[in-house]
């Protein structure tokens, strides 16, 4: 029971920040209609800013983590501009090239500058309680505190500012928003900065939790890949739930049987979901 | 004789009924106008009819085949062709290889002819290219069939689209507003094709929002409002009817 | 239906004498023939992966599907001593009844959803190889899968000799070229990129889309698994790694630079690629680095591709002439 319990507590501390990722993954999406396939990277400079920033330099932890969103939020913002712009509006596989010449790059000038070895990031609290003979560490519960907020904080900001309004509206309809005076442009590389630092977020976060290697962000891109197409590409929702049940599968598959099963099993439900709804559970008809 | 038979057809779509059970039926060599303001069902219709969106109840026959239910790729081998409201080509191909990708049912083909190069496969390839530039000159494009389809005029390309679907060899055509977007002079060597293409022996419906071009050609008019059929007769018939004038009030306020 | 002109003919002519002639050209030195090897099955996958482009979609599957090519002919050699001759057809054959079955449910699914959901498949076929360790011998593969040797009575070929297997592998690579090039300069071919255009209008005009989808995504994994069985042979040793999404991305990125409306693009694109690759092996992860940038500048600066080089050419030159 109490082994259940853990398992459970695991799994959606690790759902909490894969659905971090992919929210910013499905918000690119669904508001430029093209596929971030460096998104994972944007997780793993996020965690090495973090480091540089907290182990290296020797600065707070807190103010790190808002700096490595900051900056993945410019680099981001630049990357759309200069590269992701002028392909706007022609086939989703253009996008999909410059993603994949991006992933190439920066993986590959990560590992030069970074060097291969395992890195950790201290965390910020220590130590635990036992309850009921589950122990809990206060750093995963700060780091699903902290998830679970920004996701909050994500959604309010869609739903309730005139920005987050806008970008709805583009994800909606860009022709119609962009008649009624929405600059498509400007929304474009804030959804593409915002969503690059949510990613850099979850990659402190994980960073913290478990090691940082410049390879890391190829995982990320997966499970972010996995929890979008499962959700529905462009839902948020979606990226929630998807996170949970690939966080849970993770947990108790791997702790019971292996991770390699793990990783089939969440392949084969994303395949199952697929096949009954082509569009994911909460997605739309993208044609 | 009857060609397509609609019986009690039905179109709901997430608890909007954009169709409410309507009866219809089109005879051979007629062209029929489908007409009503905006929203009344009419491409709603045409969906239905061509397989687009899979029928909620009721039936359609089409010259003896119940076609509800069918894919649209079967629908058009029975001879029931559409063509779309908005332009829809296959853009970077060439007039002419658009044509003959229309005629794909017609040219015989075959996976290991294709991989085999026969005889037999070159001679039909040759003859769709034949037949494709005797549909482009039939419709008026027999000059342009080497330009690429994106780079035609508006109206060109409406006659293109009408012309992939005259490929397929269809029985019935639907037109989805053939003459949208087209001036005057356009519009009447639209009019002109229309009447050519039931010369051949094709039945025509359309819809069309243009009363001067839905009055001079159509044999038969068919008016809908709210998804109902509110009138059906010839041209001078509807134009009286009382129902018609009033719906027509709101978005058109003359019947001509 | 695009009937060759004259230039593409001499083009394809002098391509294939010059790959026939590779081996004395190179002076059979055996790294060189070691690279006209890999050339060969580059070019194999890449043309392949285009096929299922010319549908319009990308299929991140087809390491995955090379792969249960290779596993299929390296297993029945190790396990049943059934030799490469039969390997590399019923490898073929395996992939194409798997891609078959997937096919089914898989094109449900569209556009980008197709794209990741390809993706997945390919990462799955690839774990399946590393997880079920007694039968594909888990994350350290498959050893010894020698080539196979023939004796035609006068002259005994070894095709453990790389000159050999270069032939056998340029022999296996131009039919596979011929058939997707047969395939697509055909009605078959038109119809595909029909498909591509506008699916919805040419389901109305009485193409079967999802059938025509079923029978080329199956036709294009077969051929993978073709060359998959090639590459297994080649190597004589064959793990998880060779086959994950590394391989469909290169793949990719060959079709991308090379070039996407002809087959001449994938072939220019994997043989100019797997070149470079080479010259750049020494030089660790600049080489990846590199291919991201020529990925990116491809994209921005030549869309289109190598394949578009001669026709901007022949333009300079016809607009400087006058």
Not at chain 2, 49 to 57: H, I, L, N, Q
Not at chain 2, 131 to 155: C, M, N, Q, Y
Not at chain 3, 88 to 112: K, Q
Not at chain 3, 243 to 251: G, L, N, P, V, Y
Request: proline share 3%; with cysteine; hydrophobic share 50%.
């Amino acid at each position: 029971m109490t082994e259940l319990l853990q398992m459970g507590l695991t799994g959606f501390n690790l759902g909490l920040m894969y659905a971090l990722i992919a929210i910013g993954l499905t918000l690119i999406f669904g508001v430029m209609r093209i596929i971030q396939y460096a998104h994972g990277e944007m997780f793993m400079l996020g965690a090495f800013t973090l480091y540089y920033w907290h182990v290296e330099f020797g600065l707070p932890y807190w103010l790190g983590v808002v700096a490595s969103a900051v900056i993945i939020f410019g680099f981001g913002a630049v990357l759309q501009i200069v590269l992701f712009r002028p392909l706007h509006g022609k086939n989703i596989l253009y996008s999909l090239a410059v993603s994949l010449g991006l992933v190439l790059i920066i993986s590959s000038t990560g590992q030069i500058l970074f060097g291969t070895t395992v890195k950790g990031i201290p965390g910020p609290v220590s130590g635990g309680v036992l309850m009921g003979g589950t122990y809990l560490s206060y750093e995963r519960m700060v780091i699903s505190a902290v998830s679970a907020a920004l996701i909050a904080g994500l959604w309010f900001f869609l739903r309730f500012t005139v920005t987050g309004l806008a970008i709805r509206a583009v994800a909606e309809d860009p022709d119609t928003s962009a008649l009624q005076g929405v600059q498509t442009k400007r929304i474009h590389w804030i959804a593409f900065g915002l969503g690059s630092a949510m990613a850099a977020i979850a990659g402190c976060m994980m960073g913290t939790l478990l090691s940082i290697v410049p390879t890391m962000g190829f995982l990320a891109t997966i499970k972010a890949f996995m929890i979008v197409i499962m959700g529905g590409l462009g839902s948020v929702v979606g990226a929630l739930v998807g996170g949970m049940v690939l966080g849970m599968i993770d947990s108790v598959v791997t702790t019971t049987i292996s991770g390699d099963i793990a990783l089939i099993l969440s392949f084969v439900v994303i395949f199952l979901v697929l096949v009954f709804r082509p569009s994911g559970l909460f997605g739309q008809n993208w044609d | 004789m009857k060609q397509l038979e609609i019986k009690n057809l039905t179109m709901a779509f997430g608890g909007i009924t954009a169709i409410d059970g309507i009866d219809m039926a089109v005879e051979e060599g007629e062209i029929r106008g489908l007409i009503g303001p905006n929203g009344a069902g009419k491409t709603t219709f045409f969906n239905a009819c061509s397989g687009r969106y899979p029928v909620t109840s009721g039936d359609i026959t089409f010259r003896g085949h119940q076609i509800s239910g069918l894919k649209p790729h079967e629908i058009a081998r029975l001879g029931l062709v559409r063509t779309f409201q908005h332009v829809t080509l296959f853009k970077s191909f060439s007039v002419v290889k658009n044509v003959m990708a229309g005629n794909y049912l017609h040219a015989q083909h075959s996976y290991f002819g294709s991989l085999l190069r026969t005889r037999k496969t070159r001679r039909a390839e040759a003859d769709s290219e034949q037949r494709a530039r005797e549909i482009l000159d039939f419709v008026g494009l027999g000059d342009i069939a080497d330009k690429t389809a994106s780079s035609l005029p508006h109206g060109h390309q409406k006659a293109l689209g009408i012309a992939i679907a005259l490929a397929a060899e269809p029985q019935l055509l639907l037109l989805d507003e053939p003459c949208a977007g087209m001036n005057n002079d356009e519009s009447r060597q639209m009019i002109n094709l229309v009447r050519r293409i039931r010369d051949t022996g094709v039945s025509v419906m359309l819809i069309e929002h243009d009363m001067k071009v839905v009055m001079g050609l159509c044999d038969k008019i068919t008016v809908l409002n709210f998804g109902n059929i509110i009138a059906e007769g010839t041209p001078a018939e509807v134009r009286e009817h009382p129902e018609v004038r009033e719906a027509y009030l709101g978005s058109q306020a003359n019947v001509t | 239906m695009q009937h060759l002109d004259r230039a593409h003919k001499a083009a394809w002519t002098g391509l294939l004498i010059v790959a026939l002639l590779l081996p004395a050209l190179v002076a059979f030195d055996t790294y060189l023939i070691h690279v006209a090897i890999t050339i060969t099955l580059n070019v194999a996958l890449a043309t392949s992966m285009w096929m299922i482009w010319s549908l319009g979609f990308i299929s991140f599957a087809h390491a995955g599907f090379m792969g249960i090519g290779a596993y299929t002919s390296a297993l029945l050699l190790t396990k049943l001593g059934i030799s490469m001759w039969y390997g590399l057809w019923l490898g073929a054959l395996m992939s194409g009844l798997i891609a078959l079955i997937i096919s089914v449910p898989l094109m449900r699914t569209r556009a980008v959803y197709f794209f990741m959901a390809s993706w997945a498949v390919g990462e799955v076929i690839k774990r399946n190889f590393a997880y079920f360790r007694d039968l594909f011998g888990g994350w350290d593969g498959v050893f010894d899968i020698n080539p196979a040797k023939i004796n035609l009575g006068f002259v005994q070929i070894d095709f453990a000799d790389r000159v050999a297997y270069y032939y056998l592998s340029l022999f296996f690579v131009a039919l596979i070229v011929l058939i997707i090039h047969r395939t697509n300069s055909s009605r078959t071919g038109m119809m595909y990129w029909s498909i591509h255009e506008n699916e919805l209008l040419a389901q109305h005009t009485g193409v079967n889309v999802f059938r025509e989808k079923v029978i080329a995504f199956t036709v294009a994994c077969t051929l993978a698994g073709l060359t998959g069985a090639l590459y297994a042979h080649y190597q004589t040793y064959i793990s998880p790694k060779s086959f994950d999404i590394w391989k469909s991305e290169f793949a990719l990125v060959h079709v991308i630079v090379g070039g996407l409306t002809t087959v001449g693009g994938p072939v220019a694109g994997a043989i100019s690629l797997t070149i470079v690759d080479e010259l750049l092996r020494a030089t660790g992860y600049f080489r990846t680095m590199f291919f991201g940038v020529v990925l990116i500048a491809t994209v921005i600066l030549l869309p289109g591709g190598l394949e578009t080089i001669p026709g901007r050419l022949r333009r300079l030159f016809q607009r400087s002439g006058k």
